[in-house]
Nanobody
Framework: QVQLVESGGGLVQAGGSLRLSCAAS????????MGWFRQAPGKEREFVAS???????YYTDSVKGRLTISRDNAKNTVYLQMNSLKPEDTAVYYC?????????????WGQGTQVTVSS
């Protein structure tokens, strides 16, 4: 059974930092993208960042320069380093992973971890 388990969420003041981790089990994702999405209250889920197995990264404009995605293929884990956090970053953050080389196709999802940024 494939599982993606996020950790590292919490409450932080504006300007602070958090590091999210997502450990995958049940299969490897060496050929596919891994990424992070988020959903704020009353809003639709949105793309945050993704990373190819090769290390190529993609970000939504609002997080460029503040959030950094990385992955450890040997550990089947993806990370999201979040710096200079803003109240508008408050959301449930979801990890996702794909099994093909299509950058925008994600087949598995985690349960989410809450990130709350206070002003």
């Amino acid at each position: 059974q494939v599982q993606l388990v996020e950790s590292g969420g919490g409450l932080v003041q504006a300007g602070g930092s958090l590091r999210l981790s997502c450990a995958a089990s049940g299969r490897t994702f060496n050929n596919g993208p891994m990424g992070w999405f988020r959903q704020a209250p009353g809003k639709e889920r949105e793309f945050v960042a993704s990373i190819r197995w090769s290390g190529t990264t993609y970000y939504t404009d609002s997080v460029k320069g503040r959030l950094t995605i990385s992955r450890d293929n040997a550990k089947n884990t993806v990370y999201l380093q979040m710096n200079s956090l803003k109240p508008e970053d408050t959301a449930v953050y979801y990890c996702a992973a794909g099994t093909t080389n299509l950058d925008t196709k994600f087949d598995y999802w985690g349960q989410g971890t809450q990130v709350t940024v206070s002003s």
